[in-house]
């Protein structure tokens, strides 16, 4: 971890999330380590299947800027021999309600981008009355079950591969919605997804595959806003209007040009539709 740190002081400074207040929640399962942003109103903050929080930097600069945002570590993320307790999607959601507890933050709004939009969608439907308000991005009424989701399962799941594959760094080019020359944001990406274990990741994906609401979606209570790349691979325009109409106060975002990693791609767009959800 402290490698990915000193490569985004060195060459990505600019998609750090700036200096932030740390420390670990010590939690019944792991040590979640948070970081705090900015000063506000809270905003909690859930990162997706790999990059952890340090992923989420230019969306939680932006956020900072009206918003405290918080933002903490899965299970997993700093240290992958929590598999050898094996766990599913119900416990990742506990540890996200002890967090919020660990915190003293009784009904804040949470945003989930990917993975972890997932967990705070299932949060919404098991416990309604802790959100204030849930805004999700990259995630749908189910998982779209195509031949790069596939691939990638097959991959992630079979092979030990370096950190610099071209067939997997390819995968991660298809997120983008568009072809993504090398450069900085390209390089950020992939370095800082390839700090998450091959093995975490593999974890995460079979949980997001697995993922099916069904009728559950309907539980969820709190306004919600979904957003969701019209270039998402992951989620269709389809999946997002499905969500949006089983929740009883929802309305959807369809961001133009974006792909599934809106969130670093193009962070403006989804703090602006933030922001228009929570403050406007």
């Given at each position: 971890m402290q490698a990915?740190?000193?490569?985004?002081m060195e060459s990505g400074a600019e998609?750090?999330?700036?200096?932030?207040?740390?420390?670990?929640?010590?939690?019944?399962h792991y040590s979640a380590r948070y970081c705090v942003w900015g000063e506000g109103p809270p905003l909690v903050l859930v990162p997706g299947l790999a990059g952890g929080y340090e992923l989420l930097g230019p969306l939680a600069r932006l956020l900072a800027q009206d918003f405290q945002v918080i933002s903490y570590q899965l299970r997993g993320e700093d240290d992958c021999f929590a598999l050898r307790r094996r766990f599913d999607r119900t416990d990742l959601v506990a540890d996200l309600?002890?967090?919020?507890?660990?915190?003293?933050?009784?009904?804040?709004?949470?945003?989930?981008?990917?993975?972890?939009?997932?967990?705070?969608l299932e949060l919404a439907m098991r416990w309604p009355n802790r959100l204030q308000s849930l805004v999700t991005q990259g995630v749908g009424?189910?998982?779209?079950?195509?031949?790069?989701?596939?691939?990638?399962?097959?991959?992630?799941?079979r092979y030990p591969l370096p950190s610099n594959s071209p067939f997997v760094n390819q995968f991660f080019n298809?997120?983008?919605?568009?072809?993504?020359?090398?450069?900085?944001?390209?390089?950020?990406?992939?370095?800082?997804?390839?700090?998450?274990d091959q093995s975490v990741m593999t974890h995460r994906f079979q949980l997001v595959e697995s993922f099916d609401p069904?009728?559950?979606?309907?539980?969820?209570?709190?306004?919600?806003?979904?957003?969701?790349?019209?270039?998402?691979?992951?989620?269709?325009?389809?999946s997002l209007r499905?969500?949006?109409?089983?929740?009883?106060?929802?309305?959807?975002?369809?961001?133009?040009?974006?792909?599934h990693l809106a969130f670093v791609t193009h962070p403006e767009r989804v703090a602006a539709e933030v922001r228009r959800f929570l403050i406007d």
């Open positions: 990915s740190l000193d490569w985004l998609f750090s999330p700036g200096v932030g207040r740390s420390g670990l929640a010590h939690l019944t309600r002890e967090f919020l507890d660990w915190f003293g933050l009784e009904r804040p709004p949470i945003l989930g981008v990917s993975f972890g939009g997932v967990l705070a009424a189910r998982f779209e079950r195509g031949l790069l989701q596939q691939v990638a399962g097959w991959v992630l799941s298809l997120l983008f919605g568009a072809k993504q020359e090398p450069g900085p944001l390209f390089e950020f990406v992939t370095r800082q997804c390839w700090q998450t069904g009728g559950r979606l309907s539980r969820v209570q709190t306004p919600t806003l979904a957003m969701a790349g019209e270039r998402d691979l992951l989620v269709s325009s389809q499905d969500l949006v109409c089983s929740i009883g106060d929802a309305r959807r975002v369809a961001l133009p040009g974006c792909g």
